[in-house]
């Protein structure tokens, strides 16, 4: 009997292995400590930010509670974990597609999950977000264009939700107008984020390329706690050996046999860029790349 129990409970760690060994959570690096950043953008505050501030191409203004950064190597490295977070949040399975109208609030409950809108939406009067006892749930709600946040609107969290397991995510600006208390992060993939006078945000303010604008009188300060959103893998993934044929061109995450390799907005790129002959690799400045380029060398030559 013994010895079956024994079997039994190592058949279970096998079982769980994977999970408890795989199982990561959202990871936000050195942006950890950061109340604004904007990889290109100007801040502007009148009113209050407590934590640290940020802009890789942008002139920052007023007063902070904590440390700023202009244009050096923390705003570069931030630059890299702000695309590795947008990428990590819009990989994880979205509950309600497009279920939800695009305008939140009218004293609603919500329920924990990822929530996608397929244009602009808005947050009106008060929200409440219900975590159902789970100290992890988390709500994530993905605008595909800009957000606007009316006067007066409140986010409520209750039954266990934390600030620090909320984002606000759109494809365009973010506006935030006079009185609203928002819980959460503000996330702009290219566009401003705008707070109005006497806001109150417990979250970061985040934006690849944009301005950032506290108004006068409003608070923003840093969500308490550190997130438990999951993520099964984050950095390195590795196929089953019976379906890994990827060999070198793992590595790259654009590639061609033969051509140019492009770009004319604001991209994010993780993972090598490459092309074997018939074109060059441009267009990248402006935008967020950690990897490296090859064109037409030994290496192109075996990812071909």
């Given at each position: 009997m013994q010895k079956k129990l024994k079997n039994i409970t190592a058949f279970l760690l096998l079982l769980l292995l994977p999970t408890l060994v795989f199982t990561q959570t959202i990871n936000l690096g050195i942006l950890s400590s950061f109340e604004a950043y904007?990889?290109?953008g100007a801040i502007t505050n009148t009113g209050t930010i407590t934590g640290d501030v940020g802009s890789n191409d942008g002139i920052i203004s007023g007063s902070y509670n904590g440390t700023t950064?202009?244009?050096?190597?923390?705003?570069?490295?931030?630059?890299?974990?702000?695309?590795?977070?947008?990428?990590?949040?819009?990989?994880?399975f979205v509950t309600f597609p497009g279920t939800h109208a695009a305008a939140f609030g009218g004293g609603e409950t919500i329920t924990p999950g990822v929530y996608s809108i397929s244009g602009a939406g808005?947050?009106?009067?008060t929200i409440t977000?219900?975590?159902?006892?789970?100290?992890?749930?988390f709500f994530i709600i993905k605008y595909q264009g800009a957000m606007t946040v009316g006067a007066g609107a409140e986010v409520i969290l209750s039954n266990g939700t934390q600030s620090c397991n909320v984002f606000w995510i759109a494809e365009g600006a973010i506006s935030v107008a006079a009185g609203a208390t928002v819980k959460g992060t503000l996330f702009a993939r290219v566009g401003a984020i705008d707070l109005g006078t006497n806001c109150?945000?417990?979250?970061?303010?985040?934006?690849?390329?944009?301005?950032?604008?506290n108004?006068?009188?409003?608070?923003?300060?840093?969500?308490?706690?550190?997130?438990?959103?999951?993520l099964n893998c984050s950095?390195?993934?590795?196929p089953a050996s019976a379906v890994d044929v990827l060999g070198s061109i793992r590595n790259f995450a654009l590639f061609t046999s033969f051509g140019a390799v492009g770009n004319t907005g604001t991209a994010g790129i993780d993972g090598d860029i490459g092309t074997d002959g018939g074109g060059s690799i441009s267009g990248y400045g402006n935008s967020v790349h950690f990897g490296s380029e090859y064109t037409a060398d030994a290496t192109t030559a075996?990812?071909?």
């Open positions: 904007t990889g290109a950064y202009n244009a050096n190597t923390i705003t570069t490295q931030c630059r890299i974990d702000l695309l590795r977070l947008y990428i990590h949040l819009n990989d994880i808005s947050l009106g009067t977000l219900d975590g159902g006892g789970d100290p992890d749930a109150n945000v417990e979250g970061r303010m985040l934006t690849v390329a944009g301005a950032i604008t108004g006068l009188g409003s608070v923003a300060i840093t969500p308490p706690g550190i997130s438990t959103i999951p950095d390195i993934c590795n075996q990812a071909k």
